[in-house]
């Protein structure tokens, strides 16, 4: 038991020199599909007053890059998952996860999971909205796909079980 915290910050550390080393260059596969995605998330009252994971209730700190701090939002979808109270082995579509990743008090990065009939949408903004990455850029997937099996591709929220 013991060592069970260190071992989890030794993953997380090495995600993070993973990260970093991959998100110098952006992949931004669908500008459109990104754009229209940031349009749904911020639309009034914006996600912000989304529900929260269960798991994740305020903002907690973070091991990855980008970000020493994240708070979580989810939109109905996926929130409905956990008052029906009933197991699934996957988000239903229509779920979107929202992660905004701070520095300080400053909030450096958007990142949002979508998922469609056909899978998961990445996509990862600045502060400001602009994209820096959309569709399935390997640098998402490639990390995420460690959650694929356990939680349906998502690290910081367990599927109902
Ligand atoms: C090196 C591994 C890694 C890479 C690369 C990565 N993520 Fe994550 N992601 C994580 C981890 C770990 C978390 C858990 C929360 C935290 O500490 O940030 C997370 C959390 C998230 C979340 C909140 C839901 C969840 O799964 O917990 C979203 C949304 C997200 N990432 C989107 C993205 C997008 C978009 C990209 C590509 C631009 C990306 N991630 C790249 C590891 C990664």
Same mark, same amino acid.
């Given at each position: 038991?013991?060592?069970?915290?260190?071992?989890?910050?030794?993953?997380? +550390?090495?995600?993070?020199?993973?990260? $970093?080393?991959?998100?110098?260059?952006?992949? /931004?596969?669908?500008? *459109? !599909?990104? %754009?229209?995605?940031?349009?749904?998330?911020?639309?009034?009252?914006?996600?912000?007053?989304?529900?929260?994971?269960?798991?994740?209730?305020?903002?907690?700190?973070?091991?990855? +890059?980008?970000?020493?701090?994240?708070? $979580?939002?989810?939109?109905?979808?996926?929130? /409905?998952?956990?008052? *029906? !109270?009933? %197991?699934?082995?996957?988000?239903?579509?229509?779920?979107?996860?929202?992660?905004?990743?701070?520095?300080?008090?400053?909030?450096?990065?958007?990142?949002?999971?979508?998922?469609?009939?056909?899978?998961?949408?990445?996509?990862?903004?600045?502060?400001?909205?602009?994209?820096?990455?959309?569709?399935?850029?390997?640098?998402?997937?490639?990390?995420?796909?460690?959650?694929?099996?356990?939680?349906?591709?998502?690290?910081?929220?367990?599927?109902?079980?």
């Amino acid at each position: 038991m013991r060592s069970a915290p260190t071992t989890r910050r030794a993953l997380f +550390a090495s995600l993070a020199v993973a990260g $970093l080393l991959s998100s110098a260059c952006g992949d /931004d596969q669908d500008p *459109a !599909g990104a %754009a229209d995605l940031w349009q749904r998330i911020q639309a009034a009252p914006g996600y912000r007053s989304w529900s929260r994971a269960p798991a994740v209730p305020e903002r907690i700190p973070s091991f990855t +890059a980008h970000a020493d701090a994240i708070e $979580l939002f989810i939109n109905k979808p996926m929130a /409905d998952t956990f008052t *029906a !109270g009933q %197991a699934i082995t996957e988000w239903p579509v229509g779920s979107i996860v929202v992660k905004d990743g701070f520095k300080g008090d400053t909030l450096k990065i958007v990142a949002v999971m979508e998922k469609r009939p056909d899978g998961w949408f990445f996509a990862e903004y600045n502060g400001d909205g602009d994209t820096l990455f959309s569709g399935r850029p390997k640098v998402c997937t490639g990390c995420h796909d460690n959650r694929k099996d356990y939680s349906d591709w998502v690290y910081s929220i367990e599927l109902p079980r």
